[in-house]
């Protein structure tokens, strides 16, 4: 194996001895096979270890057991503890994605302070496969069915010519030692699902699935170099900057092959999705005039041209820094004011909230929404994602941009002219009270 994975990094130009690489070992087999081969392979390197503390005593221990190999054979090593849970409560995030983004923070942090220049993770064809299923499964582009790269700017995966199964029988061949994790047996993470029950029942019909994977992913990337290279071309003779403004020549487009695939992948840099493409290609074919909005941009087709300018973020947030103040909008002003709880009469209004006030911090940041905001709707018991709320609402896409939330230490407590967060709302035991009146200051509907 030792051979093979030379090989595989020479071919496809992952690293040289001269560079310093930082292993990301977890104590898990495919990280300490991948420790294995570095050793015997005479790279300069050092290992990093990531405790989250998900697991109590399990955790200490897989950071013990890393520690003392590095001792052993005088590596260098570095590991850091983390707080999952106040990042998932922070964030509304799940577990794996907080735990993603701590590590990585981290690592990026360590590469630049201990001048390495690569991040070394051991991933390998089967975590290829997993991520290619999961993107099917959820809906995914071109760039979703490549599989994992071997290497992306800092970070190289070197163990991706190597199977689960093989990378057992070297471990097992080589007498290395391991720690497993509990949690990767368990089904109820969905790549987990992939990994325990679908692979296995893809391998009843194609045994040599993860070779045949392999093969397909990298036909399908060498593809997708193809198809970018077009649309690069594309972007370069069809889209021109003016002002700030982005604009398509339409005729760029009219006769290209494939025009979805190509015109999604020529908007979605600034924020524009699949079906929003699908309706501007209709758009362009019968409704001149339109406009289509994505969370920082706004898309006008008109008859020649496709008109991509940014939304102004001039004086769009807005700070509240007592329980009295006002925050005057464009067509409507905001004004808080405290109220004893027993003098309070409640009305349904939309345009109201009424917020038990030792619930919340100031300053009170006013904002529009984004991509990502979750809060609990009022009568919910768990987050919900902000965009879902509105397609519940049935809130205009066109409307959408006009949709600001109102936030305390960053969480959402009334997404203004619609919902109050339910961790927020009035109970017997509320004392004070915190109104907010909206109030159009116009005579344009809210």
């Not at 990094?9 to 001895?17: G, H, V």
């Given at each position: 194996m030792v051979e093979t994975f030379?090989?595989?990094?020479?071919?496809?130009?992952?690293?040289?001895?001269?560079?310093?690489?930082?292993?990301a070992i977890s104590s898990g087999i495919d990280s300490m096979v991948m420790l294995d081969l570095f050793q015997k392979s005479k790279f300069s390197f050092a290992i990093a270890h990531c405790n989250f503390q998900l697991r109590g005593s399990e955790s200490d221990e897989d950071e013990?057991?890393?520690?003392?190999?590095?001792?052993?054979?005088?590596?260098?090593?570095f590991t850091q503890k983390f707080n999952v849970s106040e990042l998932t409560n922070k964030k509304g995030i799940s577990v794996q994605m907080a735990a993603r983004e701590l590590r990585y923070n981290w690592f990026n942090d360590l590469l630049k302070e201990k001048q390495y220049d690569y991040l070394a993770t051991a991933h390998h064809k089967n975590d290829s496969i997993e991520t290619v299923l999961y993107n099917l499964v959820k809906g995914t582009g071109i760039a979703g069915l490549h599989g994992i790269i071997a290497k992306t700017e800092t970070i190289i995966r070197p163990m991706l010519f190597a199977s689960k199964s093989e990378i057992v029988e070297y471990a097992n061949k080589e007498n290395l030692k391991w720690r497993e994790d509990a949690s990767n047996i368990s089904s109820k993470y969905h790549r987990n699902l992939i990994r325990n029950e679908v692979i296995p029942l893809l391998k009843q019909i194609n045994p040599k699935?993860?070779?045949t994977f392999s093969s397909t992913m990298d036909r399908i990337s060498s593809v997708e170099d193809?198809?970018?290279?077009?649309?690069?071309?594309?972007k370069r003779k069809g889209i021109k900057e003016k002002e700030g403004d982005y604009w398509l020549d339409l005729n760029s487009?009219?006769?290209?092959?494939?025009?979805k695939a190509v015109l999604f992948e020529l908007i979605r840099d600034f924020g524009f999705n699949y079906p929003q493409t699908l309706g501007i290609l209709e758009a362009i074919n019968h409704q001149s005039g339109k406009v289509f909005y994505s969370q920082d941009?706004?898309?006008?087709?008109?008859?020649?041209?496709?008109?991509?300018?940014?939304?102004?973020?001039?004086?769009?947030?807005?700070e509240a820094d007592s329980f009295e103040a006002v925050i005057n909008m464009p067509d409507y002003e905001l004004n808080f004011e405290l109220i004893d709880r027993n003098k309070i009469v409640i009305d349904p209004s939309p345009d109201l909230a009424f917020i038990d006030a030792d619930k919340v911090d100031l300053p009170f940041v006013l904002r529009p929404w984004k991509h990502g905001d979750r809060f609990i709707p009022l009568g919910m018991k768990h987050q919900k994602k902000l965009s879902d709320f509105m397609i519940d609402e049935k809130i205009p896409v066109i409307l959408k941009t006009r949709i600001y939330v109102l936030t305390s230490n960053e969480s959402i407590f009334w997404v203004v002219g619609h919902?109050?967060?339910?961790r927020v709302k009035?109970?017997?035991?509320?004392?004070?009270?915190?109104?907010?009146?909206?109030t159009a200051t116009n005579d344009q509907p809210l």
């Open positions: 030379l090989n595989f990094i020479k071919n496809n130009k992952i690293l040289t001895s001269n560079h310093k690489v930082i292993l013990r057991f890393v520690k003392e190999y590095a001792s052993r054979f005088n590596i260098d090593f699935l993860e070779d193809m198809f970018i290279h077009q649309v690069d071309e594309l487009i009219s006769n290209v092959a494939g025009k941009y706004l898309l006008n087709v008109d008859r020649n041209f496709m008109i991509i300018s940014p939304i102004n973020q001039i004086e769009k947030i807005h919902r109050i967060d339910d009035i109970t017997d035991k509320t004392t004070t009270v915190l109104k907010i009146t909206k």
